[in-house]
């Protein structure tokens, strides 16, 4: 899934228009004013260090190889990616949230095509790599280094689509898995056609190039995984796939782990802003039951379960969490290249960014847009709520779901110990009796924390008058992702592969990181790297109607997608890491 740093903001100050004069060239930037941006703001704030340096464009054509621009050039190319990725959109491979097991469940078939349609179109790879399937769908393909002392890199994407919905099809401009490329507005259309089968047939274009030259010894091994259920979390592809990856290769045998993900490419002006996520947003689902006494409508108690759980849910909407953008984190590091290289897009942005105002951006951001907003504050969304069987009784049980995605500066236990704070007044108005998040490591650490318990907090309990009991519950959560490093040796191989790759696309070309909102097959690789890129190198014009009716891909980017793939291999094979 794609996820969106400054992505409503750059679309909402982007101009559209023809960059004229493109060179490739990265010089004449913008030069950022050390003594305003080492000024504090007057809240006291401390000072940031980072000042958008950004690592050299990387040519990798030391190894004789055919250039990208070459090999990717011209319409032919531009077809043959075309029929490459035609039959692969084509496939109806969706997750849906309650498939069954693989024997069982017939929507599982589909998934069998998908191998047979990679091994028909990218025959030297199917020649050359070690091909494994784990986990009945998931796909492992290893080209095998020289070098054994060098630890491989791991490019994943998943094959697992979306479901479409039925009402929306006569809303499609295609049938969403007709696969149709139009030769007038240069889009092959279809659900997948993006997020994210993109990415394999960018991949698989990619190391077919490789493979097919007989100069390409690579030293570094390279893989590439592909899970099937990314859609639905992972559990069984991805989760499978990183634990026979750790098997093979320990915990950090991973050099670099690049995946979709990020906002893509953003044009402002005369600068192309690449921003890739590198971590995601930690996620949190409360469930709210509860139990009161029920009884006839034409006798009811002053308030039901159901105007008892109403209150609590305008007690948690009425208490947003608070934006904050921490200091010398990714978000501010792409504030300050965002200030650096485009700095008149928003000068009242540029100016708080320079005297390290970090409050004051915070509010442009959070009112700029939703999107920009929750890269930088917890969101918390009220999805699920059920109770009531008939129009005549009193309901006697019933059900709340809120999910969270939380930021850096909030934790699990921190949203836990804040959830009861919150409802108290109406535990106490009710009389309640709550039992909150029992047998849940993380909220004991919380409490103890704060120098209290959960005995403690008992003992401020009272009798009920509802004879109600509320459960409070954690059932699915995740932590956020550790931070990958946006400095050293693999950040600059990366970064300098972005900035060659993509150098005729803008007098500037710059690399900034960002956070996911949403979470993607990484969430599963996390023990095999401490370098883990969220990236997909592509605009708005190809993922900008994910996950909704009309996906589609511009395949003039597609083109761009692979040519940077192939970069990438050849960059980080000749590294010396």
Not at 85 to 100: A, E, M, T
Not at 148 to 171: C, F, G, Y
Not at 211 to 225: G, M
Not at 282 to 301: A, I, K, M
Request: proline content about 5%; some cysteine.
């Amino acid at each position: 899934m794609m996820g969106f740093f400054v992505l409503g903001l750059l679309y909402a100050i982007t101009v559209v228009g023809t960059v004229s004069s493109l060179a490739r060239t990265n010089e004449n930037q913008y030069p950022l004013d050390s003594d305003k941006v080492l000024d504090a703001d007057d809240s006291g704030h401390g000072r940031s260090r980072f000042r958008c340096d950004l690592p050299h464009p990387l040519d990798p054509s030391a190894d004789g190889l055919a250039s990208s621009q070459d090999l990717f050039a011209g319409r032919d190319a531009l077809e043959t990616l075309v029929e490459r990725h035609q039959p692969l959109v084509k496939i109806p491979s969706i997750c849906y949230d309650d498939l069954g097991d693989f024997d069982e469940d017939e929507r599982w078939e589909p998934f069998n095509n998908v191998s047979k349609v990679l091994e028909e179109t990218y025959p030297t790879v199917y020649k050359y790599a070690t091909v494994e399937t784990v986990n009945r769908f998931g796909l492992v393909y290893t080209i095998s280094g020289s070098d054994e002392s060098l630890a491989p890199i791991l490019l994943t994407a998943h094959q697992d689509v979306v479901p479409v919905e039925e009402e929306t099809l006569d809303r499609w401009e295609h049938p969403p898995f007709d696969a149709v490329y139009d030769k007038h507005d240069g889009y092959l259309w279809g659900r997948g056609a993006s997020d994210d089968k993109s990415a394999i047939t960018a991949l698989m274009s990619a190391m077919e190039s490789l493979l097919s030259q007989d100069k390409y010894e690579p030293s570094r091994t390279v893989i590439f995984a592909f899970g099937f259920d990314e859609e639905c979390s992972g559990p069984r592809g991805a989760g499978q796939i990183g634990k026979f990856l750790e098997d093979r290769y320990g915990e950090n045998g991973i050099a670099v782990i690049l995946d979709e993900g990020g906002a893509g490419l953003q044009t402002l002006g005369d600068t192309l802003y690449a921003l890739p996520a590198v971590y995601e947003k930690g996620y949190l689902d409360v469930w709210f039951d509860l139990d009161v006494v029920g009884g006839h409508s034409s006798t009811p108690t002053p308030h039901t379960a159901i105007g008892i759980m109403s209150e609590i849910v305008v007690n948690l909407e009425s208490n947003p969490f608070r934006a904050e953008i921490p200091r010398n984190g990714p978000v501010h590091q792409a504030l300050v290249c965002l200030a650096r290289y485009s700095p008149d897009a928003l000068p009242e942005l540029t100016e708080y960014i320079y005297h390290d105002n970090l409050r004051g951006a915070a509010r442009i951001l959070a009112e700029a847009s939703r999107e920009t907003q929750y890269f930088i504050q917890t969101s918390q969304a009220v999805t699920v709520i059920a109770g009531g069987e008939k129009i005549n009784s009193l309901p006697e049980f019933v059900r709340l779901g809120v999910n969270h995605r939380y930021a850096p500066q909030d934790s699990v236990g921190g949203i836990q110990y804040r959830i009861v704070d919150l409802i108290e007044p109406v535990i106490r108005k009710y009389g309640l009796d709550l039992r909150a998040f029992e047998g849940d490591e993380d909220y004991d650490k919380y409490l103890a924390a704060q120098g209290t318990s959960r005995e403690e907090k008992a003992r401020s309990r009272w009798e009920p008058r509802y004879d109600g009991t509320l459960v409070l519950e954690v059932r699915k959560k995740s932590y956020i992702t550790p931070q990958s490093p946006t400095q050293g040796r693999v950040w600059d191989i990366f970064g300098g592969t972005v900035r060659h790759t993509f150098a005729d696309q803008a007098r500037h070309v710059v690399i900034a990181p960002g956070a996911m909102t949403g979470n993607t097959d990484t969430r599963h690789y996390l023990r095999l790297s401490d370098h883990i890129y969220r990236w997909s190198p592509g605009s708005l014009k190809s993922f900008g109607n994910i996950h909704t009716i009309n996906e589609r891909l511009l395949m003039s980017e597609h083109v761009n997608m692979a040519k940077f793939y192939y970069d990438f291999i050849r960059n980080f094979d000749q590294a010396d890491l």
